[in-house]
């Protein structure tokens, strides 16, 4: 095991946070697509993650980064949130992650750039780099979007994948494990959730987070069971390591973990569900459910935004048991880790 978190000063690359050990060097320069990170990866980033967590939440001092403790790490760096669809968690949590960091962060304004007056996004990425930005975050409505600007950009700039269509949400699926690991008093050096029953309940066929979770859930050994309506489940999600239902009492049962989804209505074309007083009544997670067929402590995880009262009752949401408040605060902890570890990679394309 070496040390690996030293200062690169010579490189003008940021140095990764001090406090933390990794077992290889860090490979990644982006976050492309979830399943690029390996268990030793993913171990690394949840002990950084995890790190910023203590240091930045738990010290009460989270207004500001202090110097001294090495989180000033991107000073001199700028970050740039490209974000084509509507976000509130993802977008906020990484401009405080990156500000956290010390980086200038620039919020790309879909509705006012050029992209109105029809500039492709290429071209709109080429606009970044000749002006010296280090970093994008990119959500996209495209599946695929981060793949194909890291294949013509990926040795300009570091690209880090906010969300893309139905396809990936690697820090989302992060920050659940790191929310996971926590709530289960695990090591993240070597625990896993060996054993654990969770349970993704909702809209699975437009999910970019039941992707994501679905391999990061089984890199660390958990047993994943999805449940929706036979319309909203593809056919060949269980090649993704899980078990398929569409009764929602029988996925339930014995269930550690349940994780609740919204319907993703703006990537419905079609009328997916009959109405949604019909779905709350067959998927909706409600305490009484929860109690008759989960063990007892079932932990309750949402990604938001929820749909108070659709997807998930209001008293689930604010349950002493609900990790969605938690999920919020690990993901800035998360994308802090993700930042300052692929910027102190240098840019390739590999
Ligand atoms: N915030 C998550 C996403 O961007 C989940 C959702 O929107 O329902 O995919």
Redesign the pocket.
């Given at each position: 095991v070496s040390s690996a978190f030293s200062s690169d000063s010579s490189s003008g690359k940021p140095s990764p946070p001090v406090g933390v050990e990794l077992l290889t060097p860090w490979p990644h320069a982006h976050l492309i697509t979830s399943s690029d990170w390996d268990l030793v990866t993913v171990r690394t980033l949840l002990k950084t993650a995890n790190h910023y967590f203590q240091t930045v939440f738990q010290t009460g001092s989270s207004s500001s980064c202090n110097p001294s403790d090495n989180h000033s790490v991107l000073t001199g760096h700028s970050v740039v949130n490209l974000f084509y669809?509507q976000?509130?968690?993802?977008r906020i949590s990484f401009e405080l992650a990156a500000k956290k960091l010390g980086a200038t962060v620039i919020n790309f304004e879909v509705s006012t750039s050029s992209v109105g007056k029809g500039e492709s996004l290429e071209d709109t990425l080429s606009t970044l780099i000749a002006m010296g930005i280090n970093a994008i975050v990119v959500?996209h409505a495209s599946s695929g979007t981060p793949v194909l600007l890291h294949r013509q950009f990926g040795e300009a700039i570091h690209i880090i994948n906010?969300?893309d269509g139905t396809h990936d949400?690697p820090t989302?699926g992060l920050l659940d494990l790191l929310t996971l690991f926590n709530a289960f008093e695990l090591p993240l050096g070597t625990g896993t959730l060996q054993g654990k029953k969770v349970v993704i309940v909702g809209?699975i066929l437009h999910?970019?987070?039941a992707r994501s979770n679905l391999y990061f859930l089984n890199l660390l050994g958990a047993t994943v069971h999805v449940v929706a309506p036979p319309a909203l489940l593809p056919k060949n999600i269980e090649d993704l390591g899980c078990t398929a239902h569409h009764h929602l009492e029988k996925a339930l049962q014995d269930a550690d973990v349940v994780m609740g989804?919204?319907l993703?209505r703006e990537r419905q074309s079609d009328q997916f569900v009959a109405s949604l007083a019909e779905y709350t009544h067959f998927y909706g997670l409600t305490q009484d459910r929860l109690q008759r067929f989960c063990k007892p402590g079932v932990f309750i995880m949402h990604?938001?935004?929820v749909n108070r009262g659709v997807e998930m009752s209001s008293d689930l949401i604010d349950h002493p048991q609900s990790l969605i408040t938690k999920q919020v605060r690990y993901g800035v902890a998360v994308r802090m880790a993700i930042l300052s570890l692929c910027l102190s990679k240098p840019l390739t394309k590999s």
């Open positions: 669809e976000s509130t968690r993802t959500r906010a969300g949400h989302q809209d999910s970019r987070v989804l919204r993703q990604p938001g935004p």
